[in-house]
C-alpha cells in the first residue's frame, strides 16, 4: 500500500493541476472565439455553364494563367446580391469574362443579337487619342443618314460609355448591330461643336461583294490613275468581288460606265479600314501574289478571242488600316506583311485579331463567344492588345479640303505615287519539335 505524500510533495502538485485547468480553459476559450471559416457557395446553374464552357472551349488550356477558378467563386459570392437586377447580373459575368483579357470572349444577353441576318446601324469606331472616334461609315446606312462622319467622337453608344479604357470586340462591333428593326441611341460629338444624341434605326446591310462594286472608283492624280475599292468585311463573295474587278479590267471599264480608265489603273489602295471581319477564305492574299488560276479555255464571240481566266499580273496596292480594323480584317493587313504584297497605310489595328471566335448558346438563351483558336506571326508574335502598326503612320481624319480625300487615301495615293515597297516578308519562326 502506498504511502501518503509527503506536504511538500502535495503543494507542489496543486499548482500543476490548476494550471493544466487553466491552459484548458484557455484553449477552450480560443476555439470559441474563432471566427468560422466562409464558404462559397455553390456557382448558380448558369454561372457552372460557363464555368464549364470556358474550361471545355478557350484556345488555351491554361486559361492564360488567370486565376480563373478565384474569379469564379468570387462571381458566386457577387450573384446572390444582384438577384433583383438583371442589370448587375449581366455586369458579374462581363467582369469575370473581362478576367481572360481576351477581345472576342464575352456574353451578349439573350436576344440581343440573332444567330443570323443581323441589321446594323453602319457606323464602325476605333480608339483614338484618349477615346473612341468614328473610323468608318458604311453608305446607305442610319449613321451615314445621320451626317456622322470619320474623326468624329464617339462618347456612349447602346448604354456602353466610352473613354479610355479599352473595350472587347462586343462593344466595337456588335453594340451597332441588332435585330430588324432595333435601334441602337448614340451620343456623339464633331470636334469643336455641341453633342449630340441620334436614335439610330438598324437595317440588313448590303451584301459585301455589292458594297465593293459600290466602292470601286477611278482616281486620277497628277496625270496618273489609279483605282480603288474599299471591303466593310471578310467572305468568299466580297474577296471574288475585288477578284472580279482586277482580273479582266477592260471588260470592267467597257460594262460598267462609273468605271471609265479602270483599264488603265497603275495601282489599287485596298481600304480595309473599319473592316470588322468575317469568315476570311484566303483568297484576296493569293489573288493579290499573282497565284491564280488563268489560260483554262478561249472564249469566241464578235469581240475577238479571249483567254479565260486571263492572266493576272499583280498591281501595285496598298493597304489602308485603322484602330477600326478588327478580327479577320486585321489578319489581312498580317497576310500583307507576312507575304509582302504591299504596304500598310493608316493607323495600328485594333489589336483583336482572332484565329477562330464563335458563339455557345447557353441555357439562358444568351450567347457565350469564345476565342477557340489565336493567331500569331509567323515570327510567333500575338497581336492581342497590340495591333499591327502600319509602314506609313497617318491619323484617319475626313479630307483637309475641297477635291482632296481622306487623309488615309491621300496617304495611300503618295505611296503608289513614290512605288514605295512592301514590308520584307515575315521570315517563319522555326516550329517546335
Do not use: C
Amino acid at each position: 500500500m502506498r504511502e501518503p505524500a509527503s506536504l511538500p510533495e502535495r503543494k507542489s502538485r496543486i499548482p500543476s493541476r490548476s494550471l493544466a485547468a487553466m491552459l484548458l480553459f484557455v484553449a477552450a476559450s480560443a476555439l470559441g472565439q474563432q471566427p468560422t471559416p466562409s464558404v462559397t457557395p455553390p456557382p448558380p446553374p448558369l454561372l457552372a455553364e460557363i464555368d464549364r464552357t470556358v474550361r471545355e472551349l478557350f484556345y488555351d488550356p491554361t486559361l492564360k494563367g488567370v486565376d480563373w477558378t478565384a474569379a469564379v467563386q468570387n462571381a458566386a459570392r457577387e450573384l446572390p446580391q444582384a438577384e433583383e437586377s438583371r442589370e448587375k447580373q449581366d455586369a458579374i459575368y462581363d467582369r469575370l469574362l473581362a478576367t481572360l483579357e481576351d477581345s472576342h470572349t464575352f456574353r451578349l444577353p439573350a436576344g440581343r443579337l440573332p444567330e443570323h441576318d443581323w441589321a446594323t446601324a453602319g457606323l464602325r469606331i476605333g480608339q483614338d487619342g484618349d477615346g473612341y472616334a468614328v473610323k468608318g461609315v458604311v453608305p446607305g446606312g442610319a449613321a451615314d443618314a445621320a451626317g456622322i462622319r470619320i474623326g468624329d467622337r464617339i462618347l456612349a453608344a447602346g448604354g456602353v460609355n466610352y473613354g479610355k479604357a479599352r473595350v472587347s470586340f462586343r462593344d466595337l462591333f456588335f453594340v451597332f448591330e441588332g435585330p430588324p428593326g432595333g435601334a441602337v441611341d448614340v451620343t456623339w460629338q464633331r470636334p469643336g461643336e455641341t453633342v449630340r444624341k441620334d436614335r439610330l434605326a438598324l437595317k440588313p446591310e448590303e451584301p459585301g461583294d455589292a458594297l465593293v462594286w459600290k466602292s470601286a472608283r477611278v482616281i486620277r492624280r497628277d496625270g496618273r490613275i489609279w483605282g480603288y475599292v474599299r471591303i466593310w468585311g471578310m467572305s468568299s463573295e466580297t474577296a471574288l468581288a475585288v477578284v472580279d474587278l482586277l482580273l479582266d479590267r477592260d471588260d470592267v471599264a467597257r460594262t460598267r460606265p462609273g468605271l471609265a480608265g479602270w483599264n488603265e489603273i497603275e495601282g489599287l489602295i485596298l481600304d480595309d479600314r473599319a473592316n470588322s471581319g468575317g469568315y476570311d477564305p484566303n483568297i484576296l492574299p493569293t489573288f493579290l501574289r499573282g497565284q491564280w488560276s488563268s489560260a483554262d479555255y478561249y472564249k469566241i464571240s464578235r469581240r475577238g478571242r479571249r483567254l479565260v481566266p486571263p492572266v493576272y499580273k499583280p498591281l501595285p496596292v496598298v493597304l489602308l488600316i485603322n484602330s477600326g480594323t478588327a478580327s479577320a480584317g486585321e489578319s489581312l493587313a498580317l497576310k500583307f506583311r507576312a507575304h509582302g504584297i504591299g504596304s500598310l497605310v493608316g493607323e495600328t489595328t485594333s489589336g483583336m485579331a482572332s484565329g477562330g471566335a464563335a458563339p455557345a448558346r447557353l441555357s439562358d438563351g444568351s450567347m457565350l463567344w469564345l476565342t477557340r483558336e489565336a493567331i500569331e506571326s509567323l515570327d510567333g508574335k500575338s497581336f492581342e492588345g497590340h495591333g499591327i502598326d502600319p509602314d506609313v503612320p497617318v491619323a484617319d481624319r475626313p479630307p483637309a479640303r475641297a477635291g482632296q480625300e481622306e487623309a488615309a487615301i491621300e496617304a495611300g495615293l503618295k505611296a503608289l505615287a513614290a512605288g514605295r515597297p512592301a514590308s520584307a516578308p515575315t521570315p517563319a519562326a522555326a516550329s517546335p519539335r
